[in-house]
């Protein structure tokens, strides 16, 4: 492994809601410096979902899972290219499992099936 966070950089399993939060923050930029450590270049998407656009936790909005993380400060979506191409298919399969694997071994959240783009940490029952 060429990148670590490192034990001193970033709280474990905090219990509260702003602990997780900050935990998170202290992983997304490792994450994004993985992925360029990788070849690949990103586009940004979803992080903060707010709520007056897309519902309170629990509540289905325009798209999303009505509990996800990202209504929490938690996720972020991640769109690669490479070469000045967006990653599609087996191409963003293999890219982004890649970086899955390296984000396990950091404490983040387990993959979503079908959302291969999304990483997060887990909070209760939502990731
Ligand atoms: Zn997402």
């Not at 709280?11 to 809601?17: C, D, I, K, Q």
């Not at 979803?46 to 899972?65: I, T």
């Not at 087996?90 to 099936?113: F, L, P, S």
Request: charged share 20%.
């Amino acid at each position: 492994m060429a990148m670590s966070l490192g034990d001193s950089q970033v709280p474990r399993a905090p219990t509260s809601l702003g602990g997780s939060q900050e935990r998170f923050a202290r992983m997304v930029p490792r994450l994004i410096d993985y992925v360029h450590y990788l070849g690949y270049e990103i586009r940004l998407g979803d992080l903060f979902r707010d709520p007056r656009s897309h519902g309170a936790l629990d509540v289905q909005g325009v798209y999303g899972h009505p509990r996800s993380c990202h209504k929490l400060k938690m996720a972020i979506d991640l769109n690669l290219t490479a070469n000045g191409v967006y990653l599609e298919g087996q191409a963003a399969e293999i890219a982004h499992n890649k970086i899955h694997d390296w984000w396990d071994t950091v404490g983040g959240a387990k993959r979503i099936i079908g959302d291969l783009n999304h990483y997060s940490v887990q909070y209760q029952d939502m990731r």
